[in-house]
């Protein structure tokens, strides 16, 4: 029973593009949403977050768009870079942990 | 300086056997994870401690028993390892549970079952 989906397993986005990456969530309760970043044989890194009780929050080239209506959540990254490219957990925190989406691994293409 | 480090990194052993990962962080965070990602790449919480107690326990088997001596260490004990365990433990730590924004991961185990 997953709480945090996300759908596309990858993404292939032209470098300078933005890349858009998706995230659907079940439980009302989630009071953070976060997103990380995993390179391969690492462990996953904070990239960006934002509470429940605001729509937006920006960082740089990252914003995070919360459309809790919805129980959705965006990750926008522009442009896109050739390090980005990585696998992007979306994850929901609250009531003692925090709970991972299976991720979706982005493709900056040259 | 590592903020959450575990070891070892790989771990290859045989079915029956019995194994420990340890995790440690130096950020002084309350709360401390162990979260399994399987074969699909699916990263599943399997517990979480605050203050050296035990918060959540994600249905996982017995043989698994984590242990937390204090704040900063938490171990993950494995009895009568199956090939099933074949996977990546990545320990994390965070600042608290509930309220809690950000949570630091260690560099993961790879367990290899034979």
């Known amino acids: 029973d997953q709480q945090v989906k996300q759908n596309s397993p990858s993404l292939s986005v032209q470098e300078g593009r933005i890349s858009i990456l998706n995230c659907d969530y079940t439980?009302?309760?989630?009071?953070?949403f976060l997103w990380y970043k995993k390179y391969p044989a690492e462990g996953p890194t904070f990239l960006i977050s934002i509470s429940s009780i605001k729509d937006k929050n920006e960082d740089g080239r990252f914003t995070v768009f919360l459309n809790k209506s919805a129980k959705h959540l965006s990750l926008h990254i522009v442009p896109s870079q050739p390090g980005d490219s990585a696998v992007y957990f979306c994850a929901a925190s609250g009531g003692n942990k925090i709970i991972f989406g299976k991720g979706t691994r982005l493709h900056i293409l040259p | 300086d590592t903020a959450v480090s575990q070891t070892p990194k790989y771990l290859v052993t045989q079915m029956g056997n019995d194994k420990s990962i340890k995790c440690e962080q130096n950020l002084g965070h309350d709360t401390m994870y162990w979260y399994k990602q399987d074969s699909k790449k699916f990263l599943k919480i399997m517990f979480s401690y605050n203050n050296k107690e035990l918060i959540i326990n994600e249905t996982v088997p017995n043989r698994f028993s984590p242990k937390s001596p204090d704040k900063a260490h938490l171990n993950l004990h494995i009895n009568s390892l199956e090939l099933g365990d074949s996977a990546v433990y990545f320990c994390?730590?965070?600042?608290?549970?509930?309220?809690?924004?950000?949570?630091?991961f260690g560099q993961g185990t790879r367990l290899t079952v034979v």
């Open positions: 994390a730590s965070s600042s608290g549970g509930g309220y809690s924004t950000e949570a630091f």
């Open positions: 439980n009302s309760m989630f009071d953070y």
